[in-house]
Protein backbone atom coordinates (compact mmCIF):
# COMPACT_ATOMS: atom_id res chain seq x y z
CA UNK A 1 0.00 0.00 0.00
CA UNK A 2 3.06 1.93 0.83
CA UNK A 3 6.17 2.85 -1.15
CA UNK A 4 9.66 2.93 1.10
CA UNK A 5 9.34 6.76 1.75
CA UNK A 6 5.75 6.21 3.14
CA UNK A 7 4.04 8.02 0.72
CA UNK A 8 0.96 6.69 -0.44
CA UNK A 9 0.98 4.88 -3.77
CA UNK A 10 -0.98 5.68 -6.52
CA UNK A 11 -4.53 4.70 -5.37
CA UNK A 12 -7.63 4.26 -7.31
CA UNK A 13 -10.22 6.92 -5.45
CA UNK A 14 -14.07 6.48 -4.68
CA UNK A 15 -15.99 8.83 -3.32
CA UNK A 16 -18.81 8.54 -1.44
CA UNK A 17 -21.16 11.77 -1.55
CA UNK A 18 -19.12 14.07 -3.94
CA UNK A 19 -20.98 17.68 -2.82
CA UNK A 20 -18.66 20.34 -1.83
CA UNK A 21 -16.14 18.76 0.24
CA UNK A 22 -16.22 15.10 -1.49
CA UNK A 23 -15.56 16.96 -5.25
CA UNK A 24 -13.01 18.85 -3.81
CA UNK A 25 -10.83 16.56 -2.14
CA UNK A 26 -11.46 14.32 -4.89
CA UNK A 27 -10.19 16.54 -7.45
CA UNK A 28 -7.38 17.69 -4.74
CA UNK A 29 -6.26 13.56 -4.80
CA UNK A 30 -6.23 13.74 -8.79
CA UNK A 31 -3.83 16.74 -8.61
CA UNK A 32 -1.51 14.39 -6.75
CA UNK A 33 -1.34 11.52 -9.33
CA UNK A 34 -4.18 9.47 -7.79
CA UNK A 35 -7.23 8.33 -9.92
CA UNK A 36 -10.61 9.12 -9.03
CA UNK A 37 -12.40 5.95 -10.51
CA UNK A 38 -15.80 6.47 -9.16
CA UNK A 39 -17.84 8.56 -7.65
CA UNK A 40 -21.53 9.22 -5.98
CA UNK A 41 -24.05 11.77 -5.43
CA UNK A 42 -27.91 11.84 -4.82
CA UNK A 43 -28.67 15.78 -5.99
CA UNK A 44 -28.48 17.56 -9.35
CA UNK A 45 -25.86 19.87 -7.40
CA UNK A 46 -23.48 16.87 -6.62
CA UNK A 47 -23.67 15.51 -10.33
CA UNK A 48 -23.05 18.79 -11.63
CA UNK A 49 -20.06 18.98 -9.27
CA UNK A 50 -18.55 15.82 -10.24
CA UNK A 51 -18.96 16.73 -13.73
CA UNK A 52 -17.26 20.10 -13.73
CA UNK A 53 -14.43 18.92 -10.90
CA UNK A 54 -13.92 14.98 -11.72
CA UNK A 55 -14.78 14.98 -15.51
CA UNK A 56 -15.28 11.73 -17.22
CA UNK A 57 -15.93 9.81 -13.45
CA UNK A 58 -18.67 7.51 -13.66
CA UNK A 59 -21.64 8.38 -11.05
CA UNK A 60 -22.38 4.60 -9.56
CA UNK A 61 -23.97 3.16 -6.34
CA UNK A 62 -22.40 3.48 -3.58
CA UNK A 63 -21.38 -0.37 -3.25
CA UNK A 64 -19.52 -0.17 -6.65
CA UNK A 65 -17.66 2.79 -5.90
CA UNK A 66 -16.63 1.40 -3.17
CA UNK A 67 -15.90 -2.55 -5.01
CA UNK A 68 -13.88 0.10 -7.45
CA UNK A 69 -11.69 1.86 -5.25
CA UNK A 70 -8.10 1.13 -3.05
CA UNK A 71 -8.97 4.31 -1.02
CA UNK A 72 -12.74 5.19 -0.47
CA UNK A 73 -13.37 8.88 0.67
CA UNK A 74 -16.51 9.22 2.86
CA UNK A 75 -17.64 13.01 2.21
CA UNK A 76 -21.50 12.93 3.41
CA UNK A 77 -23.37 14.78 6.58
CA UNK A 78 -22.02 13.37 9.96
CA UNK A 79 -25.71 12.38 11.05
CA UNK A 80 -25.40 9.87 7.78
CA UNK A 81 -21.96 8.26 8.56
CA UNK A 82 -22.75 5.67 10.94
CA UNK A 83 -25.92 4.14 9.12
CA UNK A 84 -24.18 4.26 5.38
CA UNK A 85 -20.52 2.53 7.49
CA UNK A 86 -23.56 -0.40 8.78
CA UNK A 87 -24.91 -0.24 6.07
CA UNK A 88 -22.23 -0.79 3.68
CA UNK A 89 -20.69 -3.93 5.82
CA UNK A 90 -23.65 -5.69 5.31
CA UNK A 91 -23.95 -5.74 1.69
CA UNK A 92 -21.57 -8.12 -0.54
CA UNK A 93 -19.23 -5.62 -1.19
CA UNK A 94 -15.59 -6.04 0.24
CA UNK A 95 -13.73 -3.70 2.64
CA UNK A 96 -10.09 -5.33 3.62
CA UNK A 97 -7.45 -4.00 2.86
CA UNK A 98 -9.04 -0.74 1.70
CA UNK A 99 -8.69 2.96 2.73
CA UNK A 100 -11.59 4.05 4.16
CA UNK A 101 -11.13 7.98 5.02
CA UNK A 102 -13.97 10.17 6.00
CA UNK A 103 -13.92 13.99 6.35
CA UNK A 104 -16.29 14.54 9.57
CA UNK A 105 -14.54 16.52 12.30
CA UNK A 106 -17.11 15.48 14.42
CA UNK A 107 -16.14 11.54 14.92
CA UNK A 108 -12.59 9.81 14.60
CA UNK A 109 -12.00 6.19 13.37
CA UNK A 110 -14.66 4.92 15.86
CA UNK A 111 -17.55 5.43 13.61
CA UNK A 112 -15.84 2.83 11.23
CA UNK A 113 -15.52 -0.10 13.80
CA UNK A 114 -18.13 -2.16 11.79
CA UNK A 115 -15.98 -1.57 8.76
CA UNK A 116 -12.71 -1.95 10.29
CA UNK A 117 -13.61 -5.12 12.19
CA UNK A 118 -14.03 -6.87 8.53
CA UNK A 119 -10.27 -5.35 7.68
CA UNK A 120 -11.02 -1.75 6.77
CA UNK A 121 -7.98 0.50 7.07
CA UNK A 122 -10.04 3.55 9.18
CA UNK A 123 -8.77 7.40 8.51
CA UNK A 124 -10.62 10.16 10.26
CA UNK A 125 -8.96 13.56 7.82
CA UNK A 126 -11.22 16.60 8.50
CA UNK A 127 -10.06 19.87 6.37
CA UNK A 128 -10.31 22.57 8.65
CA UNK A 129 -11.96 24.73 5.40
CA UNK A 130 -15.71 26.00 4.80
CA UNK A 131 -15.99 25.06 1.32
CA UNK A 132 -19.08 27.07 -0.86
CA UNK A 133 -19.19 24.82 -3.93
CA UNK A 134 -17.33 27.53 -5.89
CA UNK A 135 -14.07 27.22 -8.44
CA UNK A 136 -11.70 28.21 -5.77
CA UNK A 137 -12.28 25.57 -2.79
CA UNK A 138 -9.99 23.47 -4.41
CA UNK A 139 -7.00 26.27 -4.34
CA UNK A 140 -8.30 27.21 -0.48
CA UNK A 141 -6.54 23.50 0.54
CA UNK A 142 -3.09 24.97 0.46
CA UNK A 143 -1.99 25.72 3.90
CA UNK A 144 -4.99 24.14 5.99
CA UNK A 145 -4.84 22.33 8.67
CA UNK A 146 -6.60 18.83 8.88
CA UNK A 147 -7.37 17.61 11.88
CA UNK A 148 -6.29 13.50 11.75
CA UNK A 149 -7.20 11.03 13.91
CA UNK A 150 -5.75 7.17 13.03
CA UNK A 151 -4.48 4.22 14.35
CA UNK A 152 -0.70 4.46 15.01
CA UNK A 153 0.52 1.90 11.50
CA UNK A 154 -1.59 4.08 9.62
CA UNK A 155 -0.76 7.09 10.48
CA UNK A 156 1.94 7.92 7.88
CA UNK A 157 -0.16 7.11 5.45
CA UNK A 158 -2.83 9.87 6.97
CA UNK A 159 0.21 12.57 7.14
CA UNK A 160 1.10 11.77 3.18
CA UNK A 161 -2.29 12.28 1.75
CA UNK A 162 -2.86 15.44 3.61
CA UNK A 163 0.22 17.15 2.47
CA UNK A 164 -0.59 15.28 -0.93
CA UNK A 165 -4.00 17.68 -0.83
CA UNK A 166 -1.56 20.59 0.32
CA UNK A 167 -2.87 20.41 3.77
CA UNK A 168 -0.87 20.06 6.94
CA UNK A 169 -1.67 17.46 9.50
CA UNK A 170 -2.65 18.30 12.93
CA UNK A 171 -3.55 14.97 15.26
CA UNK A 172 -6.22 15.10 17.61
CA UNK A 173 -7.11 11.94 19.65
CA UNK A 174 -9.88 9.92 19.10
CA UNK A 175 -11.47 10.96 22.73
CA UNK A 176 -11.23 14.84 21.87
CA UNK A 177 -12.88 15.15 18.49
CA UNK A 178 -16.30 16.31 19.48
CA UNK A 179 -14.69 18.97 21.50
CA UNK A 180 -12.18 19.43 18.80
CA UNK A 181 -15.52 20.32 16.21
CA UNK A 182 -17.36 22.38 18.29
CA UNK A 183 -14.35 24.57 18.66
CA UNK A 184 -14.34 24.70 14.90
CA UNK A 185 -18.15 25.37 14.19
CA UNK A 186 -18.86 27.74 17.23
CA UNK A 187 -15.54 29.97 15.93
CA UNK A 188 -16.38 29.85 12.22
CA UNK A 189 -19.90 29.45 12.30
CA UNK A 190 -21.10 31.70 14.77
CA UNK A 191 -18.63 34.18 13.68
CA UNK A 192 -20.25 34.10 10.23
CA UNK A 193 -23.77 34.91 12.28
CA UNK A 194 -21.93 37.77 14.08
CA UNK A 195 -21.49 39.44 11.04
CA UNK A 196 -25.17 39.34 9.44
CA UNK A 197 -26.88 40.26 12.42
CA UNK A 198 -24.01 43.34 13.06
CA UNK A 199 -24.51 43.66 9.21
CA UNK A 200 -28.22 43.94 9.67
CA UNK A 201 -28.65 46.48 12.78
CA UNK A 202 -26.36 48.54 11.19
CA UNK A 203 -28.28 48.84 8.07
CA UNK A 204 -31.73 49.47 10.70
CA UNK A 205 -28.91 52.47 11.61
CA UNK A 206 -29.40 54.05 8.37
CA UNK A 207 -25.84 52.81 7.11
CA UNK A 208 -26.21 52.21 3.22
CA UNK A 209 -22.96 50.14 3.06
CA UNK A 210 -22.43 47.99 6.34
CA UNK A 211 -20.44 45.59 4.93
CA UNK A 212 -17.87 48.09 4.03
CA UNK A 213 -17.98 50.08 6.94
CA UNK A 214 -17.10 46.33 8.80
CA UNK A 215 -14.57 45.32 6.72
CA UNK A 216 -11.36 46.68 8.04
CA UNK A 217 -12.99 46.70 11.71
CA UNK A 218 -14.03 42.96 11.37
CA UNK A 219 -10.27 42.28 9.39
CA UNK A 220 -8.42 43.83 12.16
CA UNK A 221 -10.07 42.55 15.18
CA UNK A 222 -9.75 39.08 13.46
CA UNK A 223 -6.49 39.71 13.25
CA UNK A 224 -5.60 40.97 17.13
CA UNK A 225 -7.14 38.11 18.29
CA UNK A 226 -5.13 35.50 16.19
CA UNK A 227 -2.08 37.26 17.45
CA UNK A 228 -2.50 38.19 21.15
CA UNK A 229 -5.72 36.15 22.07
CA UNK A 230 -7.78 38.03 24.73
CA UNK A 231 -4.64 40.78 24.83
CA UNK A 232 -6.36 41.98 21.83
CA UNK A 233 -9.59 42.76 23.18
CA UNK A 234 -11.28 46.48 23.02
CA UNK A 235 -14.30 47.90 23.42
CA UNK A 236 -17.12 48.99 26.29
CA UNK A 237 -16.75 45.55 28.36
CA UNK A 238 -13.01 45.66 28.55
CA UNK A 239 -12.89 49.29 29.52
CA UNK A 240 -15.59 48.57 32.18
CA UNK A 241 -17.60 51.04 30.80
CA UNK A 242 -20.95 49.30 32.40
CA UNK A 243 -23.40 52.57 31.64
CA UNK A 244 -22.20 52.36 27.74
CA UNK A 245 -23.10 48.57 27.97
CA UNK A 246 -26.41 48.66 29.58
CA UNK A 247 -27.70 51.50 26.85
CA UNK A 248 -26.36 48.89 23.93
CA UNK A 249 -28.57 46.10 26.01
CA UNK A 250 -31.88 48.23 26.33
CA UNK A 251 -31.30 49.62 22.88
CA UNK A 252 -31.09 45.65 21.44
CA UNK A 253 -33.90 44.56 23.20
CA UNK A 254 -36.27 47.30 21.83
CA UNK A 255 -35.02 46.61 18.07
CA UNK A 256 -34.33 42.78 18.24
CA UNK A 257 -34.66 40.84 21.32
CA UNK A 258 -32.54 37.96 19.57
CA UNK A 259 -30.04 39.92 19.17
CA UNK A 260 -29.81 41.11 23.23
CA UNK A 261 -29.88 37.69 24.11
CA UNK A 262 -26.85 37.19 22.07
CA UNK A 263 -25.01 40.02 23.23
CA UNK A 264 -25.49 39.59 26.99
CA UNK A 265 -24.64 36.07 26.88
CA UNK A 266 -21.24 37.38 24.53
CA UNK A 267 -20.66 40.12 26.80
CA UNK A 268 -20.70 38.08 30.02
CA UNK A 269 -18.13 35.77 28.75
CA UNK A 270 -16.19 39.05 27.64
CA UNK A 271 -15.87 40.23 30.36
CA UNK A 272 -14.87 37.04 32.24
CA UNK A 273 -12.52 36.33 30.40
CA UNK A 274 -11.01 40.31 30.28
CA UNK A 275 -11.22 39.93 34.06
CA UNK A 276 -9.23 36.56 34.49
CA UNK A 277 -6.48 38.10 31.74
CA UNK A 278 -5.97 41.36 34.32
CA UNK A 279 -7.55 43.53 31.50
CA UNK A 280 -10.69 43.96 33.57
CA UNK A 281 -10.28 45.65 37.23
CA UNK A 282 -12.19 43.66 39.96
CA UNK A 283 -14.60 46.81 40.87
CA UNK A 284 -15.11 47.62 36.90
CA UNK A 285 -16.18 43.79 36.28
CA UNK A 286 -18.79 44.02 38.62
CA UNK A 287 -20.48 46.72 37.84
CA UNK A 288 -20.63 45.46 34.12
CA UNK A 289 -22.03 42.36 35.31
CA UNK A 290 -24.23 43.49 37.82
CA UNK A 291 -25.47 45.66 34.88
CA UNK A 292 -25.75 42.57 32.25
CA UNK A 293 -27.53 40.72 35.23
CA UNK A 294 -30.64 43.38 35.53
CA UNK A 295 -30.40 43.70 31.81
CA UNK A 296 -30.41 40.28 30.72
CA UNK A 297 -33.36 39.23 32.90
CA UNK A 298 -36.02 41.76 31.48
CA UNK A 299 -38.46 40.59 28.95
CA UNK A 300 -38.34 37.10 30.88
CA UNK A 301 -41.47 35.33 32.54
CA UNK A 302 -41.76 34.65 36.06
Do not use: C
Request: a negative charge; proline letters at 7%.
Amino acid sequence: MTTSDQRPGRLAVGVVGAGRVGSALGRALDLAGHTVVAASGVSDASRERVRERLPGVPLLPVPEVVAAADLVLFTVPDDALPDLVEGLVGTDVTVRGKLLVHTSGRYGTGVLEAATRVGGLPLALHPVMTFTGRPDDVDRLAGISFGVTAPEPLRPVAEALVVEMGGEPVWIPEDRRTLYHAALAGGANHLVTLVVESMDLLGRAGVENPSRMLGPLLGAALDNALRLGVRGLTGPVARGDAGTVAGHVEELGRVSPEARGAYVALARLTADRALAAGLLKPDDASRLLAALAERGSEGKQP
